[in-house]
């Protein structure tokens, strides 16, 4: 089965081709991603109508560049797939109406993909990782536990109650006066600072849940930058160095949890931990990662950066995956702004920007 995939829903205009063979088993034919960055940084984080825009200019030019870099044409294809939610509203509709239409003129099937769920679904094709596994998925949008029991079956353990962390690292570097994305700035600044010189909070870790809250945490760098002075090169990388450092606690410490309940659950005794998302690609957190998945008697699974982030082949992917397992999509699903993988986790009463945080 050949699948084209297409992700719009946040700053990257993406198109993926994917075989199937059998479950669990693929390849990637093409992997075209268009950023955004570029429109977005001036404004220091991703400005929904921008965003939109932006993909409506070049999603018809990445879905053919994908098509190319395949060598292929719509009539080779079995099935298109592109994400209806969760994210940007005006992006979603983009590709989503593209993908729609792809299928609707080649006469193919179209499959609504849930972003959250390729995420989920990514280390299986890249590392062939078999069902259930335990997955942390940490990006711009989101930071969750999820557990991957099988293709949508799925059961949120914890998320966030305020910012997602990726949304922290890119507030820390907006404060700091750092660059955008922040992430990997804060990383780099990070590389030469000092961990301990500021004792930054580890919010929730004393909780028995695996619920995160990382805007506490955000304000005590606020603090701590205003509190320093002269607020120079080497106070920016020691604020950058303990923040991270604060990160890599609170994942290592809800991980062995997380991973605790996966081996009480499943009865596995070498759990898979697969880290997913933009934050994912942190090289402290990473470290931290592994020994927590070492300690737990398993192993960290992370994609390749390029999988990790978004991209169009995991949306294939998902597809293939969902086809492969007889799913069939109600072809009306519309966008959607919201939609947790796990329908039956309780909503939480955190509040973001945006309003409840699902
Ligand atoms: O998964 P992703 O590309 O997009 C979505 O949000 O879906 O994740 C982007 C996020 C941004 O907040 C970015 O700052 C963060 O991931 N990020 C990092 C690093 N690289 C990207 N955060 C920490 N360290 C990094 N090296
Ligand atoms: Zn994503």
């Not at 921008?50 to 099935?79: K, N, P, Y």
């Not at 679904?121 to 590392?127: F, G």
């Amino acid at each position: 089965m050949i699948v084209l995939g297409i992700e719009t829903s946040c700053d990257e205009t993406a198109a993926g081709i994917v075989s199937c063979d059998a479950p669990g088993e693929g390849r990637i034919l093409s992997d075209v991603i268009r950023g955004q960055v570029e429109e977005h940084r001036a404004f220091g984080g991703v400005v929904p109508e921008i965003a939109a825009r932006a993909h409506v200019e070049v999603v018809d030019t990445v879905v053919q560049a994908a098509m190319q870099d395949a060598g292929l044409t719509f009539a080779d294809l079995d099935l298109v797939a592109a994400t209806a939610g969760p994210g940007l509203i005006g992006g979603l509709l983009v590709g989503l109406t593209t993908g729609k239409a792809v299928a609707s003129a080649a006469r193919l099937p179209f499959r609504a993909i849930n972003h959250l769920e390729a995420h989920a679904l990514t280390a299986r094709l890249t590392d062939g990782v078999d069902f259930p596994y335990l997955l942390l998925l940490v990006s711009g949008g989101h930071s969750q536990f999820i557990l991957v029991e099988g293709v949508s079956r799925y059961r949120r353990w914890g998320t966030t109650i305020d910012d997602a962390l990726g949304e922290a690292f890119d507030k820390t570097a907006k404060l700091l006066g750092l660059g955008y994305p922040g992430g990997p700035e804060v990383e780099r600044r990070a590389a030469t600072g000092d961990a301990t010189r500021f004792a930054f909070p580890r919010p929730l870790a004393d909780r028995p849940d695996l619920a995160f809250s990382f805007a506490g945490l955000k304000t005590a760098v606020r603090l701590a930058a205003l509190q320093t002075d002269p607020l120079d090169d080497q106070a920016i990388a020691d604020i950058c160095a303990s923040f991270q450092a604060a990160i890599a606690d609170i994942l290592a410490i809800k991980s062995a949890r997380a991973l605790a309940r996966f081996r009480d659950e499943t009865g596995s005794d070498t759990p898979a931990l697969v880290a997913a998302g933009g934050v994912a690609s942190n090289t402290a957190v990473r470290a931290a990662l592994e020994r927590t998945a070492r300690e737990a008697g398993g192993r960290l699974v992370v994609p390749p950066p390029r999988l990790c982030t978004d991209n169009g082949v995991m949306i294939a992917w998902a597809g293939a995956e969902r086809a492969m397992a007889g799913l069939d999509d109600d072809p009306g699903l519309t966008a959607r702004p919201r939609w947790p993988l796990d329908a039956d986790a309780a909503p939480l009463v955190g509040h973001g920007r945006l309003g409840v945080k699902v």
